[in-house]
């Protein structure tokens, strides 16, 4: 099975900052990745798809990028309603995988 | 606006079966080309997939999970179906069933239900 290394585990930021999270695939997956944002007790909602695609209404801050094992998710501007847990997943074979996670926290 | 709704016991015991169902509103089960899934995340921690069906009733299942799950679809009622056998403590999460639509060649869970917790435990 396709395993997701997602990094940072957690990481504190303020307003306005930018913040990158990363995912490295164990084998080359081409551009099948997706970034999740999940708030305390919701379900996830899509960001990015196929690594680069904004999903409609997501706001432009948000921006995907990377192909085969590196991936990255980019906030350009932190806003007040970014502070959540974000996941990558890998769509590339038959047996989805999700990366561990990144908490975004306020500093 | 497609919708999605778990439903099922909150409570099994342990080596029991796990049973649940997803409804999908707001359009049919069996129109476009959507696989439905279910996902679930034990409490603090990160999500796992679980497996997904077709509505032609083609499955794949999470490898680690493969033995002990079965997926089924019922376009006559619009739903989607989770059995989960010999379940333990570790079975115990919020189950979520999700829509997984194709983007530019590639799949992405678009809508999700609410979730539901189920809890293992005598």
């Known amino acids: 099975a396709i395993q997701m290394t997602q990094s940072p585990s957690s990481l504190s930021a303020s307003v306005g900052d930018r913040v990158t999270i990363t995912c490295r695939a164990s084998?080359?997956?081409?551009?099948?990745l997706g970034w999740y944002q999940q708030k305390p007790g919701k379900a996830p909602k899509l960001l990015i798809y196929a690594a680069s695609s904004l999903q409609s209404g997501v706001p432009s801050r948000f921006s995907g990028s990377g192909s085969g094992t590196d991936f990255t998710l980019t906030i350009s501007s932190l806003q007040p309603e970014d502070f959540a847990t974000y996941y990558c997943l890998q769509d590339y074979n038959y047996a989805f995988t999700f990366g561990g996670g990144t908490k975004v926290e306020i500093k | 606006q497609v919708q999605l709704q778990e439903s099922g016991p909150g409570l099994v015991k342990p080596s029991q079966t796990l049973s649940l169902t997803c409804t999908v509103s707001?359009?049919?089960?069996?129109?476009?080309?959507?696989?439905w899934s279910w996902i679930r995340q034990p409490a603090g921690k990160g999500l796992e997939w679980i497996g997904r069906i077709y509505t032609s009733g083609s499955t794949n299942y999470n490898p680690s999970l493969k033995s002990r799950v079965t997926i089924s679809v019922d376009t006559s009622k619009n739903q989607f179906s989770l059995k989960l056998s010999s379940v333990t403590a570790a079975d115990t999460a919020v189950y979520y069933c999700?829509?997984?639509?194709?983007?530019?060649?590639?799949?992405?869970?678009?809508?999700w239900g609410q979730g539901t917790l189920v809890t293992v435990s005598s």
């Open positions: 084998q080359g997956i081409r551009n099948d």
């Open positions: 999700a829509r997984g639509a194709e983007y530019s060649s590639s799949w992405a869970f678009d809508y």
């Open positions: 707001g359009g049919s089960i069996s129109s476009g080309s959507y696989y």
